[in-house]
């Protein structure tokens, strides 16, 4: 019987994965392999989201490592990973991927990409760096035209580093319930405690360089085929969910864009069941 408490969930799927080690800064940057020895499957690679770390996907990898080889990484500044040399921008943060997935992934091997919030801002400029041999990108809830500085997506307390747990978690559950996700029960023990672990070590500041156009601007011309997955109910979308499916169709006829219904910003969370079954459903066939 599996263990239901959260810690024991995240130690379940760490202690099936490998650890990989690849430059960034001053140290290392950290991916996590499920199935790293089954050359005979299909790579995906996966990046969280801001102020976040591989848990993100802890209820996507069990669904996924059963016909996947899964990649996911810790983000420069964020989990187990060092920082990026600053001043750091998208360019520089993808640049540091894409070396890195030279060694995650090695030689010409092909990869799907998969990437949540944060992690789909700097990974337009990816797929281009790793045009050779990416399969496809699929977003999800990635703020395409750039995060606005207002709007609930903004409507965030801050919390000192230092407070106790017993002060911090009611402002960390505030935070997730307005920003990450529809139904505030969604934000149950599992989500708190990958949250506060990610809060305590993350470092990389990511909004300034979501506010920008760099996501769009690099969906111009991708050398790969083009997903979407978002919840109905995103906070971070501007100007709307329509108005970023307009864009995302103008330049990409035919992208394949998904909207999972009564699911917010951290929808491969909140609506993990439908989310496993849109993902494999809009990937790229292995070759």
């Known amino acids: 019987m599996t263990d239901p408490r959260p810690q024991a969930i995240l130690d379940a799927l760490l202690d099936r994965c490998a650890e990989i080690h690849t430059p960034c800064g001053e140290g290392h940057m950290t991916w996590r392999a499920w199935n ?26 069990p669904t996924l490592e059963t016909r996947y080889r899964v990649i996911a990484a810790d983000l420069p500044g964020c989990g187990d990973s060092a920082e990026a040399p600053r001043p750091y921008t998208g ?23 998969v990437s949540f919030s944060f992690g789909g801002i700097v990974s337009g400029l990816l797929a281009h760096a790793q045009g050779r041999r990416i399969r496809s990108l699929t977003l999800v809830g990635s703020p395409v035209l750039g995060l606005t500085s207002t709007g609930p997506a903004n409507d965030l307390v801050e919390v000192p580093r230092g407070l106790p747990p017993e002060e911090s978690a009611p402002l960390y559950r505030r935070n997730l319930q307005n920003l990450m996700v529809h139904d505030p029960e969604a934000v149950d023990e599992l989500a708190m405690t990958l949250h506060m672990a990610n809060m305590a070590k993350a470092r990389l500041r990511s909004r300034g360089i979501a506010r920008t156009s760099v996501l769009a601007d690099s969906l111009v011309d991708l050398p790969c085929r083009l997903n979407c997955i978002f919840g109905a109910d995103d906070v971070t979308l501007h100007p709307d969910l329509a108005g970023v499916r307009a864009y995302v169709e103008e330049i990409h006829p035919g992208v394949d864009f998904r909207v999972i219904p009564d699911a917010g910003h951290w929808v491969q969370y909140e609506a993990a069941d439908a989310f496993n079954t849109v993902l494999p459903d809009v990937l790229s066939p292995p070759a």
């Open 91 to 113: 360019p520089s943060l993808a640049a540091i991927l894409s070396e890195g997935l030279d060694i995650a992934v090695p030689g010409e091997e092909a990869f799907d990409l």
């Open 36 to 61: 790293a020895d089954r050359d005979d499957l299909p790579v995906v690679v996966l990046l969280h989201g801001g102020f976040g770390g591989w848990n993100h996907w802890v209820r996507n990898i």
